[in-house]
């Protein structure tokens, strides 16, 4: 069965740190894997995607993530922590080639401290 | 770029009534999603459309059922509310190899 895993509940950083928030996935065939950000009481808005083409994908608000097919890891990253970067990030992936539905991690609450 | 709406933002209903959670996109976007989300649980798939009058149970479909009459608009319907359907609930829109558009939620709450 396909999955998505992100192993950490929160995660702390400093402002002005680089920041990382993991992410696993367990898939049959080639991966579609997303980013999500949500701020408090909206909805998800999209960061970035990978499908296909280089592994390093760069995504809104200077976000990047990196496809790990090895380690099947998709973790996203940012050079410098900012303040308003605070927010929960959801990882996802596509359930199964052919369908347009995606399985969601629970999500990782960033917390970015001034 | 497609845009999601979903007509309430926060909701207040009594326990057995039966409840409407409406969803609009504004593109000719087949593809139409419902989840809620739950703390510590992420988001669960509970219906979704790929056409007009087509539904497909998702993950936790028990207690809800879905109308897709246009195209444009996916509507979620508790039956008979309870309190464990107290959630945030979000409506997506796909577009094939591009992800989600979400709609900014409806926080339910069922006393």
């Known amino acids: 069965a396909q999955s998505v895993a992100q192993p950490e509940d929160q995660v702390n950083v400093a402002e002005g740190n680089p920041l990382t928030v993991k992410c696993t996935y367990s898939?049959?065939?080639?991966?579609?894997l997303f980013w999500y950000v949500q701020y408090p009481n909206r909805g998800l808005q999209f960061l970035l995607k990978y499908i296909t083409g280089d592994n390093l994908v760069k995504g809104s608000y200077g976000f990047e993530a990196e496809f790990n097919k090895s380690q099947t890891s998709f973790h996203l990253k940012k050079p410098s922590a900012l303040v308003s970067d605070s927010a929960l990030y959801f990882c996802a992936v596509r359930d199964s080639p052919g369908t347009y539905k995606y399985i969601f991690g629970t999500g990782t609450r960033l917390k970015v401290l001034a | 770029d497609v845009k999601v709406t979903q007509s309430s933002r926060y909701l207040v209903k009594r326990t057995g009534e039966k409840v409407f959670l409406e969803c609009v996109q504004d593109?000719?976007?087949?593809?139409m999603f419902w989840y809620r989300q739950d703390p510590g649980l992420g988001l669960r798939l509970i219906y979704f459309s790929y056409d007009v009058k087509m539904k497909e149970k998702g993950d936790i479909p028990e207690g809800y059922s879905v109308s897709r009459e246009k195209k444009e608009r996916f509507s979620l319907i508790l039956e008979s509310a309870s309190t464990s359907q107290t959630s945030m609930y979000l409506c997506a829109n796909e577009v094939p190899g591009y992800g989600y558009t979400f709609g900014s939620g409806t926080r339910l709450t069922v006393v």
């Open positions: 593109m000719d976007h087949e593809n």
């Open positions: 898939v049959s065939g080639n991966p579609y």
